[in-house]
C-alpha cells in the first residue's frame, strides 16, 4: 500500500506545499516503514498560514473562554478514546516504547484537561485604586499569533504543552513540528478540529527547520514564538525573535545528573538511573546523562548498573518486551559514536556497550547498545556535553558538597535528582542545585503537567512551560482604570479629598 500523503493545514483546508516538494517520514525501527508522505514547505507556505492565523484570531479573541475552554475539554476526551491508536502511531514514527509513546498521549491530555479548566480561572488582579470612586484591574489578555517549533522526542506531549494554554488564552497558531515526527502532531490536531475548533485557530506547516521554521520566526505577523530544541538552534531563533520585540520562550538542552549519596537505598538509585538515563534511549531534555556517586557506595554501584545495563533489551518499540526502542535517525546514532569515541580518548572506563547494533534484527533501524562510562571526570567532554543518547557517565566522587559542585558545574541547568535518606541534605540539595527541577528519591524525568517545566542557565531564556508557567507566556496583562466619579482625577497629584 503506498503510504499517505499528508498535506499542510491552513485556514481550515489540507493544502499542498506551494514548493510542490514532500519528504518521506520513516520508522527508525524499521526504515522501510514509511509512516507517511509530508510536505516540505518553505516561506510561502508560512505566509499563507500566519494570514489564516491572523483572521481567525480576530474571532477566536472574542470566544469567551470558557467556551474554548469547552472544545479542549472535548479533545481531551477524543484523545482518550484514541489513545492507543496514537500512541502505537508514536512508536512507529519515533521509536519510544509504546509504554512511553501512551504516557505522551496522556500526557496530552492531561493537559488538555488542565487547561480545559483555566478556561475558568485565567486569573487577574482587582486592586483598590489610590483615588475615591475609581475601580483598577488587571486582566490577561492574548497575545495574536503564537508560532510554535517542537522537537521530535515527545511529538505529542510538547505540541500540546504549547497549543493548549495557547489556544485557551484565545490566541491562533501556527506550528511545525520536527521534520522526523509531524504525525503526532496532526493527530493531536485533528483531535482538535474534531472537538470543534474553528478553522484557521491552529495552523500546521511541515518542513525543515531552516526552510519552514525560520519563516515563522521571522514573521511581522507572528507575536510570540515558543521553541523547543538544541541550543545552537535556540540561539538563532531567540536573536531572530528578539530584533521583532516577539515573546520568546525557548526550552533547550540539558546535563542532568542524579546524585547517589552513601546512605541512599542503592536498589532505588539503581532503578532510578536505569529509567532515567535510557527511558526514551536517552533522549530527553531531561534525561539522566551524569551519575555522580559518593566513593563508600561507588563501585558497588557501578558494577550493579553495568551488570542491570548490559541486560536490557533493545529492539522496535511495538514489541512490548523490549524496553529501549532505537534513535531516531542515522544522525543522532553518529553523534553517539563520536561521544563514545571521546569519553574513550578522554580516559574514561567503558564499561558497557559502546556501539551502533548491526546483528540482522537491528540492520533497519538506528539501534545503539545502552551504554556506561565509569571513572568519568566531571570536566571531560562526555560529562559536560549534551549527548542525547543512551550512554550514562558515572562520577566518582568524595562527598556531598562536591557531588552539589559537580552538578551545578556544567552549561546546563534543567533537572536534577538525589537519592538520600538524609533530610537535612535532602533540603540543601532543593536549595542549591543550580536547575529548574530537583527530584528527590526519583530520577531526573518524570515532570508533571501542572507545574513549570523549564531550566536555568543554557537551558532556557527565564520562561517556564507546563500549568503555572504557560499561561503567563501566553497572556499579556491590561490594566485598566474606571473613573466613576465623574470629575478629573490625577493619579500621583490630587489627594481626592
Ligand atoms: P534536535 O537536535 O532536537 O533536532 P533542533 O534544534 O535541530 O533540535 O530542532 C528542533 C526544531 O527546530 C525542529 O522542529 C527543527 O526543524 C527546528 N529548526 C531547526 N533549525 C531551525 C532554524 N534555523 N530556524 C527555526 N527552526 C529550526
Redo the contacts with the bound molecule.
Sequence with gaps: MPAKIYKNLIGGEWVESRTGQTYENLNPADTRDVIGIFQRSDKSDVDEAVSAARKAYEKWRLVPAPRRGEIIYRAAQILEERKEEYARLMTREMGKVLKETRGDVQEAIDTAYYMAGEGRRQFGATVPSELPNKFAMAIRMPLGVCGM????NFPMAIPSWKLLPALVCGNACVI????DTPLSTYNLVQALTDAGLPSGVVNIVTG???EA??PI?EHQGVNAIS?T??S???R??GEVAARNFKSCSLEMGGKNAIIVLDDANLDLALDGVLWGAFGTTGQRCTATSRVIVQKGAYRQFSDRLVYRVSRLKVGNGLDETVEVGPQINEQQVATTEKYVQIGGHEGAKLEAGGKALNKPEYSYGWFFEPTVFTEVDPRMKIAQEEIFGPVVSVIPCDNFEKAIEISNNVPYGLSSAIYTRDVNRAFRAMRDINAGITYINAPTIGAEVHLPFGGTKATGNGHREGGLGAIDFYTQWKSIYVDYSDKLQRAQIDTGE
Design positions: 517549533i517542537t522537537p521530535w511545525k513540528p520536527a521534520e525543515f527547520g531552516p521554521g525560520a520566526v521553541f530544541g538544541s545552537e538552534v535556540g538563532i531563533v
